[in-house]
């Protein structure tokens, strides 16, 4: 079956660079998905890779994708005080409209 | 640019009592999803509607029921409420068919006594 696989916890300094891991099991996975949530509101999506990328860069955030490893990361450049929240990674699976979220990491960035 | 709106946004209810969560989105969305959160568990999917007229299980069905009650609105029932129900609830939708990113509401926060 599917199973996503993240980090709980990060700690950074404002100005760091911020990476966030996630592993994944189904190599039927399409399409991997970062979202974005800050204390007490919803799920915001932050970017999306389809699997036959290997990276994918959007401003500040880089997304990498190693589909051999099946392990995938987000780096955050400059990271801000503003970045602090919990980041979720989902697969998409082929011919389903279904997501798979992993645990979520949450990350800390202090003064 | 209200995206997926869910009401209520907090609701205390008492073991056994019966509780309707609405969930309604404006972008023309054909499928919609219902979610838990709960500490250090993530998000797992309670029922999906992949069009309007169809409803299927997720991975934590046991204890609610879902209507889809046009293609903009998909509520979720809890006919008797327990404790173990006490959760974030999230609402989400997605154009439908394979890789479509969801877009979330922004909870319900339901705690049973």
């Known amino acids: 079956g599917e199973d996503v696989e993240q980090s709980l916890f990060l700690s950074v300094r404002e100005g760091d660079s911020s990476v966030i891991n996630c592993t994944y099991t189904?190599?039927?996975?399409?399409?991997l998905y970062w979202y974005k949530q800050e204390p007490g509101a919803g799920l915001q999506l932050l970017t999306y890779?389809?699997?036959?990328?290997d990276m994918k860069q959007d401003q500040r955030l880089t997304v990498l994708l190693n589909k051999k490893d099946k392990h995938l990361s987000l780096r955050i450049a400059d990271t801000q005080t503003g970045d602090s929240a919990i980041y979720f990674c989902a697969e998409s699976l082929s011919g389903y409209s279904t997501l798979t979220f992993g645990k979520g990491t949450m990350l800390l960035v202090s003064p | 640019n209200a995206g997926v709106t869910q009401t209520p946004k907090f609701q205390v209810l008492k073991t056994g009592q019966s509780m309707t969560l609405q969930c309604a989105q404006d972008?023309?969305?054909?499928?919609m999803y219902w979610y838990r959160q709960d500490p250090g568990m993530g998000l797992r999917l309670i029922y999906y509607s992949a069009s309007e007229g169809t409803t299927d299980k997720g991975e934590v069905p046991n204890g609610y029921n879902v209507s889809r009650l046009n293609k903009r609105e998909f509520s979720l029932r809890l006919e008797s409420a327990a404790p173990s129900q006490t959760s974030v609830y999230f609402c989400?939708?997605?154009?439908?068919?394979?890789?479509?990113?969801?877009?979330f509401g922004d909870g319900t926060r339901l705690s049973i006594l």
């Open positions: 189904d190599s039927s996975s399409t399409y």
């Open positions: 890779i389809f699997s036959n990328m």
């Open positions: 972008m023309n969305h054909n499928s």
């Open positions: 989400a939708s997605s154009d439908g068919g394979n890789n479509q990113p969801q877009h």
